[in-house]
């Protein structure tokens, strides 16, 4: 069965600087892609990051671009998220998400709709 284990979230500091992991078992040669997506109280997910396992592309999202992250450690099975410049803004739940069914055509990769596999969220929390 595929599990998707975030860790790293917590309480930092406005313009400070959060890692996520996401820890991965279960994923098969048909997995695409891996992402990360948010969402706070109110709101639906919403895309920060996405990487194609094959070549490493990489997708953000309008709300992380230029200070945010994704990579990928294919020997831990390890996923990351690195974001910069946090703002109380980017206090959410953040979870790790993966892929392996059909791109639906004309759908985002950065959609929720895209991806199957789910992890439980890492809160992170940005405040004074």
């Known amino acids: 069965q595929v599990q998707l284990v975030e860790s790293g979230g917590g309480s930092v500091q406005p313009g400070g600087s959060v890692t996520l992991s996401c820890e991965a078992s279960?994923?098969?040669?048909?997995?695409?892609?891996m992402a990360w997506f948010r969402q706070t109280p109110g709101k639906e997910r919403e895309g920060v990051a996405a990487?194609?396992?094959?070549?490493?592309?990489?997708v953000y999202g309008d709300i992380a671009r230029g200070r945010a992250t994704i990579a990928r450690d294919s020997a831990k099975n390890t996923m990351y998220l690195q974001m910069n410049g946090l703002k109380p803004e980017d206090t959410a739940m953040y979870y790790c998400?993966?892929?392996?069914?059909?791109?639906?055509?004309?759908?985002?990769?950065?959609?929720?709709?895209?991806?199957?596999?789910w992890g439980r969220g890492a809160q992170v929390t940005v405040s004074s």
């Open positions: 998400a993966a892929k392996d069914s059909p791109r639906a055509r004309g759908s985002s990769i950065l959609s929720a709709s895209e991806y199957n596999y």
């Open positions: 279960g994923l098969d040669y048909k997995t695409s892609y």
């Open positions: 990487i194609e396992l094959g070549a490493g592309v990489r």
